[in-house]
């Protein structure tokens, strides 16, 4: 049964019993460290890390086997296009967690706030807080002692002053590297490994720049600004949206880097390089869901 | 085609290994598939316990058995294990089993990430079981887990509750895209996307529902997380959130969750209700259509959950309308069914009794939500003993029956081996007769004002409520029986035939029972009519 035309169904393996013990760790762990915060001597943080530990070698081992697997020839094109379609609803299914976010924000603005400030006469939040007033950003929550809002916001400032704004050379480094990738992949294709090589350095420095930046902005928010997770929902949805984002940027560019490294090493060739491809499909994925954020979070 | 097994191979690449490593490390589509259905029926038992402790402590009105905060608990497992841990995890074990050998693959698409998809199971539940011998005692907010109740009055478990959907949710988003890669990448020459067996087309739209509403579920404990611990005020109105959007989030995955939960059984009642009148399915294209359509509108109608949390009238006109209209092609699909059994030959062995059970049942399910989608009578109904009929209407003798049905349906196919018609039968007609007699009246006492989630009830409700939990006692011992069926079919079963049902029409019946550990390693050439689709 080994015609060219036929699908490799791997005989056994051991990675994903691995793998599961490995997210039994994690639950094990993630619970009892978050549920432990604040205590004094606490060590659940061991599990937390021998579960990621777990996770990441398993990981390493599994990627390791499919590229020594399809270097072997035991690939075939209609199991590429497995990949192909596996990559693509994996990237759907970011896009709805996103998504989730982008709901919560929109709901907020669009009925909970303007609602707590009383507008349609709905009495009763005005009666639990008479004094709050209606604003995007919520700079003074309603319940202020408890959630003390914000100093100041993100907002974009006017357009003179764009240069001083940490997003605008955010937004000018993710759209760039998505250019850049664009480039490196099309270099691959022609032979070019040079370039490509030279095209993915650029990404991956420009993704990491973002995620330097990102930071910044985050010890400006809690150093300067009073902006932090408890400052009410306006902090709230910054920071997890921004947050996630910020992640998955990361989670992008460690795949990237990978790619490189891998790159460097002599992988991909013109017309084998699924590896890459699908990196470059979620950094343009990230691409896209932070100019959504950067609109609905900084801009409007 | 390597149709020529016996069952016993050693060659090393054809047969399964030997032992618990075969179980662990397998990645069979038949074993995972086997793995799945075994799991499921496991939870059956233990979230179904749950449920005889509901109902004797609802035996008579007070409080006699259980404490106030157990039943609380009890009821939130009940939920939570038999949506996540039997229902969704016996289609995902239905359609491993069944879509390779419907469309003609040797496989599913990624079988490791299949078997990942799997084991994350036992280990989400296992974790969720051990809550009850925590601090604090297990999850107790309702399986919907509405803040705040969730949130600022959650015990301490919250936290692995948290973690443990989490992985729940990775597990249905990679088992999807395992599903969906097959059908779309893995169909034998000649089976178009139309020509595709009803099973495989509910199951394509049911992993693309699970692939867009399980990261939402995920986003929404996430932010339950970060209220907890974090200080971010997501659903606390004090810092300008609210707690009514958790229910519009929850809803939003929770409504096309609703219908992952039942799209796999019309696949599979269109396939048994088909062999059993020995005619087609009448109205194919409608019936695919008509699944399309109800997943579409699934993402549309969620806040008819919400009817009575407050919403401006013009919301409430549109999740009223929107609600109403998925009668339209859900009624589609009932006439299609009794088109298919008008004029046919019909027999009633016990898969056909199951999915005419399920037929008549499911539409009293629905007939009952069309009511509650009336928002003005749904003030009356929220929250009562109605609704409580109404979903497990659509859930019990809904879901569970088609799982039944499919069960003995393809169990010759998948052991070799003949159930016994009379036990089967004779499971069959304790379950019709005791699913009723738990579940109507709840709509009787419901309309009269019983509240769902109270371990106590006012004197009046007394009898029906004695005659409910009757019901569910001989329910909950009939499926003992079922177990029993299925294992005296494994152990001492008559051989069955490869064809097994005279009407069957498709793929998998083409091939021996038990089909070989694997099957079209060549895919069958359906354009030169090798088999028929």
Known sequence: MSSDSSYYVPESSKLPIFMAFGLLLFVLGAGSTINDLGKESSNSYILLMTSFAVIWGVMFVWFSNVINENNKGMYSDQLNQSFVWGMAWFIFSEVMFFFAFFLALGYVRMFSVPWLGGEGEKAITNILWPAFEATWPVMVTPDNETFPGAEKNMNMPGITKLHTWLPFWNTLCLVTSSGTIALAEAALKKGKRAAFKSWMVVTISLGFIFVFLQGLEYYEAYAHMGLTLGAGIYGTTFFLLTGFHGFHVCLGAIILTIMTIRGFGGAFSEHDHFGLAAGSWYWHFVDVVWILLVLVVYVF | MSAVIEGHHDDHHHGPAKGITRWLYTTNHKDIGSLYLWFSFIMLFIGGAMAMVIRAELF??????????????????????????????????????????????????????????????????????????????????????????????????????????????????????????????????????????????????????????????????????????????????????????????????????????????????????????????????????????????????????????????????????????????????????????????????????????????????????????????????????????????????????????????????????????????????????????????????????????????????????????????????????????????????????????????????????????????????????????
């Not at chain 2, 949710?169 to 969906?180: E, F, H, R, T, W």
């Open chain 2, 60 to 533: 008579e009105p007070g409080s006699q058995i259980v404490s106030p905060e157990f039943y609380n608990q009890m009821v939130t497992n009940h939920g939570l294990i038999m949506v996540f841990g039997v229902i969704m995890p016996a289609f995902v074990g239905l359609a491993n089993w069944l879509i390779p050998m419907q469309i003609g693959a040797p496989d599913m698409a990624l079988p490791r990430l299949n078997n990942l998809s799997f084991w994350i199971l036992p280990a989400a539940f296992g974790v969720l079981l051990a809550t009850f011998f925590m601090e604090g005692g297990a999850p107790n907010f309702g399986w919907t887990f509405y803040a705040p109740l969730s949130t600022e009055y959650a015990p301490p478990t919250v936290t692995y509750f948290i973690f443990a959907v989490h992985i729940m949710g990775a597990s249905s988003i990679m088992g999807s895209i395992n599903v969906i890669t097959t059908i779309l990448n893995m169909r034998a020459p000649g089976m178009t996307l139309m020509k595709m067996p009803l099973f495989v087309w509910s199951w394509l739209i049911t992993a693309y529902l699970l692939i867009a509403v399980m990261p939402v579920l995920a986003g929404a404990v996430t932010m339950m997380l970060m209220d907890i611990h974090f200080g971010t005020s997501f659903f606390k109105a004090g810092g300008g959130g609210d707690p009514v959007l958790f229910q519009h989030i929850f809803w939003f995955f929770g409504h096309p969750e609703v219908y992952i939960m039942i799209l796999p059984a019309f696949g599979i009642v269109s396939h048994i209700i088909e062999t059993f009148s020995r005619k087609p399915i009448f109205g194919y294209d409608s019936m695919v259509y008509a699944i399309a359509s109800i997943a579409l509108l699934s993402f549309v109608v969620w806040a008819h959950h919400m009817f009575t949390v407050g919403m401006p009238i013009a919301g409430e006109l549109f999740f009223m309308y929107s609600t109403m209209l998925i009668a339209i092609p859900t009624g589609v699909k009932v006439f299609n069914w009794l088109s298919t059994m008008f004029k046919g030959s019909l027999t009633f062995e016990t898969p056909m009794l199951f999915a005419i059970a399920f037929v008549a049942l499911f539409t009293i399910g629905g007939l009952s939500g069309l009511m509650l989608a009336i928002a003005p009578a749904d003030f009356q109904y929220h929250d009562t003993y109605f609704v409580v009929a109404h979903f497990h209407y659509v859930l019990v003798p809904g879901a569970l029956f088609s799982i039944i049905a499919a069960v003995y349906y393809w169990l010759p196919k998948w052991t070799g081996y003949m159930y016994d018609e009379f036990m089967g039968k004779t499971h069959f007609w304790l379950s019709f007769v005791s699913v009723n007699l738990t579940f109507f009246p709840m709509h009787f006492v419901g309309l009269a004002g019983m509240p769902r989630r109270i371990p106590d009830y006012a004197m009046q409700f007394a009898d029906y409520n004695m005659i409910v939990s009757v019901g569910a006692f001989l329910f909950g011992l009939s499926q003992l029986l079922f177990l029993y069926v299925v294992l005296k079919a494994i152990f001492y079963g008559k051989k069955a035939t490869g064809q097994v049902w005279e009407g069957a029409q498709g793929l998998e019946w083409t091939l021996d029972s038990p089909p070989a550990y694997h099957t079209f390693e060549t895919p069958p050439n359906l354009e030169a009519g090798e088999a028929k689709g």
